[in-house]
């Protein structure tokens, strides 16, 4: 089923809690990841919070990336939201996998505007609508 976007929600379980602590560790794997998945970066914001755990967003012109760490936990929450055939959110997951030395992961994968729910029938009107709104 085709659709103009998917979005992984990937939980990362037994990570390493040194990294999870770490705002510009986060930080650029998070821009890192956008990269590998080869997204376009618009802007990140990143907050840390006292005593530990960091929350993040990198806005990509394909939509967004978000993580919110428990490094009391060894625990991240990672949304990985993209539209467009060109951008890969799966490798952006795998980069995070490895990067935040997650052990164990669940990962689910939602649609977003499904074609056939949005109206979208044909490829070049899939095109247009890419270009417009995204």
Same mark, same amino acid.
């Given at each position: ?8 929600? /990937? ?10 602590? !770490? ?6 794997? %998070? @821009? ?43 625990? /991240?929450?990672v949304d ?7 951008? !890969? ?6 980069? %995070? @996998? ?37």
């Amino acid at each position: 089923m085709r659709s103009l976007g998917r979005h992984l929600l /990937a939980e990362f379980y037994d990570c390493d809690s040194n990294i999870l602590r !770490d705002l510009e560790m986060i930080r650029e794997y %998070l @821009k890192k990841a956008a990269e590998v998945a080869n997204a376009t970066i618009v802007n990140w914001t990143f907050h840390q919070f006292s005593p530990q755990g960091v929350s993040g967003v990198v806005v990509i012109a394909e939509s967004h990336l978000a993580i919110h760490t428990w490094p009391e936990y060894r625990y /991240a929450a990672v949304d990985l939201f993209t539209c467009g055939e060109d951008v !890969d959110p799966w490798r952006a997951f795998d980069f %995070l @996998k490895e990067k935040l030395k997650a052990k164990r992961t669940d990962v689910k994968e939602e649609l977003r505007g499904r074609y056939s729910d949005i109206g979208i029938g044909d490829e070049s009107k899939s095109k247009e609508v890419m270009k417009i709104g995204g």
